[in-house]
T-cell receptor, first 111, second 113 residues
Framework: DAKTTQPPSMDCAEGRAANLPCNHSTISGNEYVYWYRQIHSQGPQYIIHGLKNNETNEMASLIITEDRKSSTLILPHATLRDTAVYYCIVPSYNAGNMLTFGGGTRLMVKP | DAGVIQSPRHEVTEMGQEVTLRCKPISGHNSLFWYRQTMMRGLELLIYFNNNVPIDDSGMPEDRFSAKMPNASFSTLKIQPSEPRDSAVYFC???????????FGQGTRLTVV
């Protein structure tokens, strides 16, 4: 996989936007950026993915820089239930698009 | 669809015993993944199947671990003999095709005493 770098932890106030950064400077042109999260004791949950354009769904927005070397996941109005570990993943096309997880960012949403 | 179904949810076994974990992927999904999660090592990809064929098993830690996918609706991960260091949560995930989202099961928490 293209190596991704995320801060190990972040805090966010409840109701505010949470902006989670990810660097993927070695990404190739045909590789997507995926975001998953894992709430304690549960299986990872898909959030969003994108290739070049910004994406938005009911959970979050994904902003990808023009050079595709970094991206930001935005939770527009964080709630306590958004406390989780967030993983940014770039599956390698040459490796069969296997999902390999790094350390992720532990987001703590505080009242 | 009920999602990815794993069984059992919890397993406690004695060292040296054989352990079999089971996974039923979402119907119509072509790829299946087995992961192991521990505090020390995080989420590790063990093996990946595509159309029931093992594609990459480089993450399988030792010969004590084996995985099979006899058909599109069932996969097993077997540990024989089990050791205390195998204690972890084991997740199964499936995807429909490449570049689509993966759906994870609730995991099996394995404790080897």
């Amino acid at each position: 996989d293209a190596k991704t770098t995320q801060p190990p932890s972040m805090d966010c106030a409840e109701g505010r936007a949470a902006n989670l950064p990810c660097n993927h400077s070695t990404i190739s042109g045909n590789e997507y950026v995926y975001w998953y999260r894992q709430i304690h004791s549960q299986g990872p949950q898909y959030i969003i993915h994108g290739l070049k354009n910004n994406e938005t769904n009911e959970m979050a927005s994904l902003i990808i820089t023009e050079d595709r070397k970094s991206s930001t996941l935005i939770l527009p109005h964080a709630t306590l239930r958004d406390t989780a570990v967030y993983y940014c993943i770039v599956p390698s096309y040459n490796a069969g698009n296997m999902l390999t997880f790094g350390g992720g960012t532990r987001l703590m949403v505080k009242p | 669809d009920a999602g990815v179904i794993q069984s059992p949810r919890h397993e406690v076994t004695e060292m040296g015993q054989e352990v079999t974990l089971r996974c039923k992927p979402i119907s119509g999904h072509n790829s299946l993944f087995w992961y192991r999660q521990t505090m020390m090592r995080g989420l590790e990809l063990l093996i990946y199947f595509n159309n029931n064929v093992p594609i990459d098993d480089s993450g399988m830690p030792e010969d004590r671990f084996s995985a099979k996918m006899p058909n599109a609706s069932f996969s097993t991960l077997k540990i024989q003999p089990s050791e205390p260091r195998d204690s972890a949560v084991y997740f199964c995930a499936s995807t429909m095709t490449v570049n689509t989202e993966a759906f994870f099961g609730q995991g099996t928490r394995l404790t080897v005493v």
